[in-house]
């Protein structure tokens, strides 16, 4: 095999922890840190196994999800220094949706054939638990049968403390009134010495964690993520990988995995906290194919992010370890604001376009991974001009076959 012909021209340390991956033996959080180093061919074994392991892991499906992101306000006070999102309440281009424009935004999705709405936002100091409970209650009476995938740990932190409810009956009030899961964003780097360096008034390690294995203890599965290429360390990129996957085994509620290289452009970690000017192309290929090797068998969907990788480097990490492209978004804002060039929106016709020039079967997924549509056979649909939508041009395939799209009606 290919991969044995390169582990046999590897450096013996990492040519015994990748075949020690591959035969099912749990990887260190030392031995990470090892292969978040890869250059040269250690670097294209790395990649190879990670591959290898997806094969057996997932076979040749790529999955990608039909949603829309909605970001209903970006007044937040928290000032994250990577953040180029946030604003203050004055600000010209500061805005705050009201509910009836956030269900219109679910409705205009699903007419595009969303299956799920991703609801994140700023920290508005006027809002509070019950905020986040009308937003829940207005869409999914309006739209049962969506998906709401909503509310970072920081959001439910920040309702939490406003509700005076305890945390698991706060968030069993939530799911009660439609939410399905939650994002696992707001970790950035579990490390609280560079948590307090790179956002001091964000919720911490110990607080991320009780919210998240609370949620998953009462049935909201999420996300874990992870930011990097900034200030961290290889070592405490590692530690955050060891947290997360000694979670899973406590709980089993992450449904995947998903990397998100830092976008340095438009904030202050970058320009005076003196963060590198975000990952390289190697630190994305290694994240990606670490990811694969270090969460299996809890964490078997590795997910890769067009938005901040681009889709040409996408492709390359499904090649590294990736069997998931994502979501359509729709709307982003969020990496947007920071500085990110790729844009808002993919079609699903782009996104299976993309899988089948690897090779790979697209399969369209909810939220939690289960298959709703195969694409073995891609059928003859008009494609868009230049990957863009006017949110009137549609893939009339997609929106034809989605049920979701009569209730929007």
């Not at 990129?237 to 947290?243: D, F, N």
């Not at 699903?348 to 298959?371: F, H, K, S, W």
């Not at 549609?394 to 989605?402: I, M, Q």
Request: glycine share 8%.
């Amino acid at each position: 095999m290919m991969i044995e012909k390169l582990l046999s021209l590897t450096n013996p340390r990492v040519a015994n922890i990748l075949d020690a991956a591959l035969s099912d033996r749990e990887m260190t959080r030392d031995e990470a840190a090892i292969l978040l180093e890869a250059t040269g061919v250690e670097l294209h074994a790395l990649m190879a196994a990670a591959d290898e392991a997806r094969r057996q892991d997932c076979g040749e499906d790529v999955s990608y999800v039909v949603n829309r992101n909605i970001n209903s306000t970006n007044i937040c006070y928290v000032g994250c220094s990577f953040c180029g999102f946030a604003r203050n309440k004055h600000d010209e281009d500061a805005y705050d949706h009201p509910v009836e424009a956030m269900v219109e935004k679910a409705r205009g999705a699903i007419e595009r054939g969303a299956t799920e709405v991703c609801i994140q936002a700023g920290i508005h100091p006027n809002k509070d638990h019950r905020h986040y409970h009308e937003i829940l209650e207005a869409i999914h009476s309006t739209f049962p049968d969506l998906h709401i995938h909503a509310f970072s740990p920081e959001e439910l932190d920040w309702g939490h403390q406003k509700s005076g409810m305890p945390l698991k009956e706060y968030l069993l009030w939530l799911k009660d009134a439609g939410l399905g899961t939650i994002p696992g964003t707001a970790a950035e780097i579990l490390d609280d010495t560079l948590r307090k360096r790179i956002s001091p008034r964000k919720l911490m390690t110990e607080r991320w964690l009780e919210i998240v294995r609370a949620a998953h203890g009462v049935g909201l599965r999420s996300s874990s993520t992870v930011m990097y290429g900034h200030l961290e360390t290889v070592p405490q990129l590692a530690a955050h990988l060891e947290t997360l996957r000694n979670l899973q085994k406590e709980t089993g509620g992450f449904t995947e995995f998903v990397p998100l290289g830092f976008i340095h452009e438009k904030n202050l970690l970058y320009k005076e906290l003196g963060a590198r000017a975000g990952s390289s192309m190697l630190e994305d290929l290694r994240i990606i194919s670490v990811g694969r090797l270090f969460f299996r068998p809890g964490i078997i969907n590795v997910q890769t992010s067009w938005v901040k990788l681009g889709t040409k480097l996408a492709q390359m990490a499904l090649l590294a370890g990736a069997n998931d492209f994502g979501g359509t978004l729709m709307e982003e804002s969020i990496s947007r604001e920071s500085g990110s060039q790729h844009g808002e929106y993919l079609s699903a016709e782009e996104i299976r376009m993309l899988i089948r020039d690897l090779g790979r079967v697209p399969v369209e997924r909810n939220t939690t991974y289960q298959e709703l549509r195969r694409f073995d056979e891609e059928p003859q649909l008009t494609p868009l001009q230049g990957g863009e939508s006017d949110g009137k041009t549609v893939e009339r395939a997609e929106s034809a076959a989605n049920p979701l799209r009569v209730l929007a009606s």
